[in-house]
Nanobody, 121 residues
């Protein structure tokens, strides 16, 4: 089992930045990702990263603004979010797969409780 704990959410004005962090309860060498959800909508993929950071993936709306990274020495994955927009407002979840390399549509087995991001206009 792996527990994931997100932090770093908050209230920010449009155009601002936030860095989300996700700490795993033990070292994991799996692909990890970030998802987000707003009320009444399905949870959507935001970004993912391979276990060794060799490859990353982003949803179209995050490309050029968000950067995912990880520090396996700290069991931590980050999501740097710049140029935030009101439509980025959501509950952001960290998740981990059980495979080392990410591929679109793969199953994420472990989930955190989420950290809320609110972007004001």
């Amino acid at each position: 089992q792996v527990q994931l704990a997100e932090s770093g959410g908050g209230l920010v004005q449009a155009g601002g930045s936030l860095r989300l962090s996700c700490v795993a309860s033990r070292p994991i060498f799996y692909a990890m990702g970030w998802f987000r959800q707003t009320p009444g909508k399905e949870r959507e993929f935001v970004s993912a990263i391979d276990w060794n950071s060799d490859a990353t993936d982003y949803t179209d709306s995050a490309k050029g603004r968000f950067t995912i990274s990880r520090d396996n020495t700290k069991n931590t994955v980050y999501l740097q979010m710049n140029s935030l927009k009101p439509e980025d407002t959501a509950l952001y979840y960290c998740a981990a797969t059980t495979l080392p390399y990410y591929s679109p549509g793969m199953r994420f087995e472990y989930w955190g409780q989420g950290t809320r991001v609110t972007v004001s206009s």
